[in-house]
């Protein structure tokens, strides 16, 4: 299975360059783009479905306290987060004029914290994390994913790219092999889905939690045998831009539901 | 700890039968898993919980460890009068909660 995919991808990778003046090569066709949720169970889909059934709803809710707790909080800046952090989301990672960094949403909102609002920094995956970046990632909910990979951006893109094709871990396989070239075929009990960043923080079943996208690529990473990356590695912030892009067009879910 | 609480329809006749959904926020621990070195984490579920309306309990659950973090409780009763649910529920650590909603009965 993975050998043909495998030369095909090849060259394809070798085409892509060509027309990187105008555009990138997409390998699923924008007409084609599927949410995870759509190569989800029906028990799965109707969890998230009900705002209210669905636990990431936890999240957002916790988020909205602590948006509004304490002396500088969230709120005296932004006021109200459905207004002020509407779409803000889909422009994520982006890249942060004064330090030139690539930021995800979560490195956003802890920067936001230790340089303007005095706070503690936060954990990676601890729930205040989370429930704030669920707050503000669910005020974009239907709107289209559309970040940008110009300028200072584009080398970070151009290494997510690299990272998305090239073949890591003990499974030895990219995650092309699965995510452009195998979509929608079973991997064992599973359906392997496009692989898009449109739903987090997601409530995983198997997790029991929410969690973030770096989570969900350490278990990525986890299952083809490959060395998981520390949270906060540039290389997670990098292939998540990749995978915005590839992504783009594809409305935002936040929270998402998946087993 | 967050909790949600939905009544289901939200303005209820007298006599009709109201749904009511409980989602609380709790890791739900069954003891049976294992730290980073080997150690057991300690089980700690809600073992109780119970719905009380105006003052009259009207559903009691014991929780146990089959059941899944952040329990989703459903179950229904009769819209009486107007007045307040309150839900109260403990872990095994002994930590107790409770939440109130209102309930709007219409004629």
Known sequence: MIRPAAVWFVAAALAGPGIAAGGQERHIALGDLKSGIAFSSRDIRAMQEDDFSNPAMLWVEKGAKLWAAGARSCASCHGEAEKSMRGVATRYPAIDRGSGRLLSLGDRIMQCRSERQGAPALRHESDELLSLTALVAHQSRGMPIGVSIEGPARPHFEAGREFFFRRIGQVDIACTHCHDANWGKTLFAETISQGHPNAFPIYRTEWQTAGSIERRLRACLSGIRAEMLPYGAPEYRDLELYLAWRAQGLPIETPGVRR | ?107
């Open chain 2, 1 to 107: 700890m967050a909790v949600r609480i939905q009544v289901v329809p939200p303005r209820p006749k007298r006599g009709e039968i109201v749904e009511i959904r409980v989602l609380i926020q709790h890791n739900m621990e069954t003891g049976y898993r294992t730290d980073m070195v080997g150690g057991v984490i300690p089980r700690n579920c809600i073992n109780v919980f119970s719905c009380r309306y105006n003052g009259a309990e009207v559903f009691r659950a014991d929780l146990s460890p089959g059941i899944s973090a952040n329990p989703l409780l459903q179950f229904h009763t009769v819209a009486e009068a107007s007045g307040e649910l309150e839900f109260s529920w403990m872990d095994d650590r002994g930590k107790q909660d409770s939440e109130r909603a209102r309930i709007a009965v219409s004629e």
